[in-house]
């Protein structure tokens, strides 16, 4: 799988499905190739965009970038928007949890996107990692090992 398509096809998506998203993609040159299933990493790129265009905040920025670092892919998914408290950091990747107690389901998320994301990730032998400043905004980086045998034919980051 092509992450830094597969990162340019969510965009698209995503920001025709939240008009208030404002997305910026950065790929390397070429593609950044891992082992896995398209559809689920699909699904975690677009719920990791998903969850900045709802709660970065109406002014923010998004930016969803594909690199290669060593022997991984690195998707980063960084907003300069709310951001999260040291707690709801800790607490994001738990089944049910929202970071904002005032959301209820009827306006929307059940609070699994980023369990679902994590759980994609482990099930691809990466590494999820989020970190996040109230009021600066959330960086959530996913790392997953690049496909066997082209390691070193893989773009470096520009």
Do not use: C
């Amino acid at each position: 799988v092509d992450l830094g398509a597969l990162a340019r096809d969510v965009a698209v998506d995503s920001t025709a499905s939240h008009d208030e998203l404002t997305l910026d993609v950065v790929a390397g040159r070429g593609p950044v190739v891992v082992s896995g299933d398209e559809d689920l990493l699909r699904q975690a790129l677009a719920n990791l965009v998903s969850n900045a265009a709802v709660h970065a905040g109406p002014n923010a920025t998004t930016t969803l970038t594909v690199i290669t670092t060593g022997a991984h892919a690195r998707v980063e998914v960084r907003d300069d928007g709310a951001g999260m408290s040291a707690d709801a950091v800790s607490r994001a990747t738990e089944r049910f949890y929202r970071a904002d107690p005032s959301r209820s389901r009827a306006q929307g998320g059940s609070g699994l996107g980023l369990a679902i994301v994590a759980d994609i990730v482990a099930a691809h032998d990466g590494d999820l990692s989020i970190e996040s400043t109230p009021d600066v905004g959330t960086i959530v980086s996913m790392e997953i090992p690049l496909a066997v045998g082209l390691e070193d034919s893989q773009p470096t980051p520009s």
